[in-house]
């Protein structure tokens, strides 16, 4: 890969993720900058936790940024309160017959897990068995969960290709509920292996819920991050998983056991691009067996540079948008649909999304 | 648009800066660096903002704004404008000739949006030596009129729609902005005092029409220091009415604060405390008044009443 400091991120959001440490180097017109793709990462409020736990730390800190990290914090406290009170209520709602996993941000709150403070999630991930599926479908509709969107296709898109129903609110909730049955959408070529995961479930003390064994986790985010998104802005997945790293990998059997779930996933390659990003990126202490051997071909890699440099990272665009970053978001939408779909289906889909646009909507 | 003359001594922000660089805003609570190639914008700005320092160049700015023409065919037709902070667009275009009162609402939005280090009540604020009156708004109080008249009567203008609360220090921070002045507002000001320097009027939008008044020197030079605050005034305007002051219990003032903030319930605890630490150390009153004048007489009256109350304390 080539050198990140010729990218903007590269300059003081990614030294700062790295190791916070960096900031004494800072000056306020680099915080300037700084302040403003952490934003758009959505990464202040993670940054900002991570500088105020250390005092000395802090005071080397511009007060004119101060406010910003304490805003930051503040509004992470608020989101971290609202996915506390829809836990509640879904802890009250859902059978008690049925295994419930918490994914992603809902799982790291429950966990209480330090690296993921400030995080500001949008939604609630929960995943059951397939063969649960209606059941907690219909025991959330009972208790005032409504689908967000009524259009047919849409529905159908979800029920019979997705991994997820459609995103679920109770009116006048802040949070949406997603509810999946597997961690990859099933037409895509990555099959999460439905039994191992089921085998590696961790239950909450004094919950009733569920999370996925650390290596699944850090798979999931993985997988979450190349094949469930177009990319673009995802730098926070990348630091998830860099947190989860630091977290959980303390020796060669846990790299081992994430190598072997990895592969059994089909995730494999998958995860070898985001220990390569982590580690140039974010420093993630990954041993240097992890991404020799077994690289993916140069095209696949190039293209992969193309998009974690020019899609997932932030970038402050006064003067328009670079023409590379342009092309880097439409190979990222473009990549995201070929990975989910069959080529029949992706044109299927693009027919009538495409004939939906011109046609003027009914609402 | 008219523009008024500024002394030579004074950088206006000419229409060549404003497009390349921008200019650099201090409000206070926070720096705005503003950008628009929009010529018609930095006239404007001239006017309502004649008494701030506007740098041309800054090292900081708490958020970074744009207002950009409209784009697609139509902008011949009809030109547009559009308001942007880093790459976000809060608002349907407006017709170009409103940049200002969009750059207006633009700021409030992001500030609205960001400053969540502090409690922003929705409220105006002026002081005296450093003791602030937080004027409640409610819808049709008048409290953008009564703050404006406040401020060409010598208090100093700290804010007219954010009473911005810092729950650490409990002392009120200026967001120092023109002031909106709506439909017949802007005459009742205009002849309410010939220091009234008073922007064009943009008529027929979202809000009917809207005129800004100009801050003054006095508040722009303060634009940095706290206040304590000291009172809570309720006001509301009554067409000829008597003056009539009613003193609200604290619980009421309480809620009445808290329930008309902007970001009250995202706050949480950190709310909580500071309003009930205004609401407990603040005298309040809802004060209705038909006259201008009457109301600041009662509004110092009670000022130094409170003075007198905390010097014998």
């Not at chain 1, 996993?101 to 709150?109: D, H, P």
């Not at chain 2, 706290?226 to 009613?246: C, D, Q, T, Y």
Request: glycine share 6%; hydrophobic share 45%.
């Amino acid at each position: 890969m080539r050198p990140e400091s010729r990218l903007l991120a590269g300059r003081h959001l990614l030294p700062l993720l790295a190791d916070v440490t960096h900031l004494q180097s800072m000056s306020l017109a680099d915080w300037d900058g700084t302040l403003r793709l952490a934003r758009q990462a959505r990464l202040l409020g993670v940054l900002a936790h991570r500088i105020v736990r250390d005092p000395e730390l802090l005071s080397s800190v511009p007060e004119a940024v101060h406010g910003h990290l304490r805003s930051s914090i503040n509004f992470a406290a608020h989101r971290l309160q609202m996915v506390r009170i829809e836990l509640a209520h879904l802890e009250a709602a859902l059978p008690a017959g049925i295994t419930v996993v918490l994914l992603k941000g809902a799982a790291y709150i429950a966990e209480d897990l330090p690296f993921a403070q400030g995080r500001m999630p949008n939604d609630v991930d929960l995943l059951v068995a397939r063969r649960d599926l209606d059941a907690a479908e219909s025991a959330l509709a009972a208790a005032g969960w409504e689908a967000e969107t009524t259009d047919a296709y849409d529905q159908r898109y979800y029920r019979e290709w997705s991994h997820e129903l459609p995103p679920m609110r109770i009116p006048g909730h802040a949070l949406e509920v997603d509810l999946h049955h597997t961690i990859a959408p099933v037409t895509s070529r990555t099959r999460a292996d439905d039994a191992l995961l089921e085998s590696g479930l961790r239950p909450l003390p004094g919950s009733r819920f569920h999370v996925l064994s650390a290596a699944d986790q850090i798979i999931h985010s993985v997988i979450h991050l190349f094949q469930d998104s177009e990319m673009a802005g995802r730098l926070r997945d990348l630091v998830d998983i860099d947190g989860l790293i630091r977290l959980h990998m303390r020796d060669e059997a846990d790299w081992q056991t994430l190598h072997e779930r990895a592969r059994r996933h089909r995730a494999d390659r998958l995860l070898w691009f985001a220990l390569q990003y982590c580690r140039a990126w974010l420093a993630t202490p990954v041993p240097q067996s992890c991404t020799v051997g077994q690289r993916p071909p140069l095209p696949t890699r190039m293209l992969m540079d193309l998009l974690m440099r020019h899609a997932c990272l932030p970038l402050i665009a006064d003067d328009g948008e670079p023409r590379v970053r342009g092309i880097a978001r439409g190979l990222g939408q473009l990549r995201y649909h070929w990975l989910r779909m069959p080529p029949t289906l992706l044109a299927r889909h693009l027919c009538h999304k495409g004939f939906a646009r011109l046609a003027p909507r009914s609402d | 648009m008219s523009s008024s003359s500024r002394s030579s001594a004074e950088i206006a922000p000419r229409p060549a800066t404003l497009r390349d660089g921008g200019v650099w805003i201090d409000y206070g609570a926070c720096v705005v660096r503003v950008r628009s190639p929009i010529a018609a914008l930095a006239d404007q700005i001239e006017v309502v903002y004649r008494a701030f320092p506007i740098q041309q160049q800054g090292e900081f700015a708490d958020y970074h704004v744009s207002i950009d023409f409209g784009r697609g065919l139509r902008r011949h037709l009809r030109p547009t404008c559009r308001f942007a902070i880093d790459g976000v667009e809060p608002f349907e275009p407006f017709p170009a000739a409103s940049a200002l009162p969009m750059f207006e609402w633009g700021v409030n939005w992001c500030f609205a949006q960001r400053g969540n280090q502090f409690v922003l009540l929705h409220a105006g604020v002026l002081a005296r030596d450093g003791r602030a009156v937080i004027m409640a708004a409610t819808p049709g109080s008048g409290k953008s009129t009564l703050t404006a008249a406040m401020m060409l009567r010598g208090f100093r203008l700290l804010s007219d729609e954010f009473g911005v609360l810092d729950p650490v220090s409990t002392e009120l921070r200026a967001m120092l902005k023109p002031v909106a002045l709506k439909n017949r507002s802007i005459d009742v000001i205009r002849e309410f005092s010939p220091d009234a320097v008073i922007g064009p009027t943009f008529r027929g939008t979202r809000k009917g029409d809207v005129a800004h008044l100009a801050p003054d020197r006095a508040s722009t030079a303060a634009v940095r220091q706290s206040a304590r605050p000291v009172l809570v005034i309720f006001p509301r305007f009554s067409e000829g009415g008597r003056l009539e002051l009613k003193p609200q219990p604290p619980e009421q003032a309480f809620s009445r604060l808290a329930f008309n903030s902007f970001n009250y319930a995202l706050l949480g605890p950190l709310s909580f405390d500071a309003v009930a630490d205004v609401a407990a150390g603040c005298p309040a009153y809802e004060l209705a008044y038909g006259k201008l004048d009457e109301a600041i007489r009662c509004i110092d009256e009670l000022l130094a009443e409170s003075r007198g109350a905390a010097d014998a304390a």
